[in-house]
């Protein structure tokens, strides 16, 4: 069975990821943050962060906490977006757990939980370290 939505084509991977990365709110997430969450220089991840607030789906904020920095905050078109991007279908999902017996769910919920404190336990993943380029001279 098939949840997932269609995609839309409209982001390239890296837009994806900035765009699940940021809130939909105040206070909003620093340049860096989502730079180093992407492993991408900051340069890089601020010419993406400029395309997509000129396409609409970004805005750039003062950081309340900190005047002088900017943080990052989705738009209404932004957050639609990520909602759209949704893996799970809320439809297709409740159609699909509707198809289960109950002790199946019940067995489903107690598998998933088993994932989550697993995943919990884990120690924290290494920071992934950003190659750099080879000068050619």
């Given at each position: 069975?098939?949840l ?53 789906f ?8 900190d ?8 738009t ?16 297709r ?11 199946e ?14 995943g919990?336990?884990l ?15």
């Amino acid at each position: 069975m098939h949840l997932r939505r269609g995609d839309e084509g409209d982001l390239s991977e890296h837009e994806r990821q900035l765009l699940h990365h940021i809130p939909a709110g105040a206070p909003g997430v620093p340049l860096g943050d989502v730079a180093r969450h992407l492993a991408l220089p900051n340069s890089s991840a601020s010419v993406l962060v400029k395309d997509l607030a000129r396409r609409g789906f970004v805005r750039r904020t003062r950081d309340p906490r900190d005047e002088r920095r900017l943080a990052l905050v989705l738009t209404r078109r932004g957050a639609e977006r990520v909602a759209a991007d949704s893996v799970l279908d809320p439809e297709r999902l409740t159609g699909a757990l509707a198809a289960l017996g109950a002790a199946e769910r019940r067995a489903l919920v107690a598998a998933l939980e088993r994932v989550a404190a697993a995943g919990a336990a884990l120690p924290p993943a290494p920071a992934r370290r950003r190659r750099r380029a080879r000068s050619t001279s």
